[in-house]
């Protein structure tokens, strides 16, 4: 069975940084596209940043620059790190994977169960 594993949440003023991680867990034959996703309050939820197994990034406009999202295939695990955080990036937090369970069964989507990031003084 496959689980994604989440780290890195918390508490953190305006402007500073930190690091989500995520490992998938269980059976993996082989995977795709990871990345992190965000909810807020009242809104939906939104791409953060993905990378492809082959290591492209992708951004969205709110963290482009001053974000960068990381892979190690090996461990099948991504590392997202965030800098000059600010208010609006308080949300929850969701790791998201592509991932192949077994050579017989397909790709499926996984979710985390969430990480919260808090921007606050």
């Known amino acids: 069975q496959v689980q994604l594993v989440e780290s890195g949440g918390g508490l953190v003023q305006p402007g500073g940084s930190l690091t989500l991680s995520c490992a998938a867990t269980?059976?993996?034959?082989?995977?795709?596209?990871m990345g992190w996703y965000r909810q807020a309050p009242g809104k939906q939820r939104e791409l953060v940043a993905s990378i492809t197994n082959y290591g492209a990034p992708n951004y969205s406009d709110s963290v482009k620059g001053r974000s960068t999202i990381t892979r190690d295939n090996a461990k099948n695990a991504i590392n997202l790190q965030m800098n000059s955080l600010n208010p609006e990036d308080t949300a929850l937090y969701y790791c998201?994977?592509?991932?192949?369970?077994?050579?017989?069964?397909?790709?499926?989507?996984?979710w985390g169960q969430g990480t919260q990031v808090t921007v606050s003084s």
């Open positions: 998201h994977a592509w991932i192949k369970p077994s050579r017989t069964l397909p790709m499926n989507s996984y």
């Open positions: 269980g059976s993996v034959f082989s995977n795709n596209d």
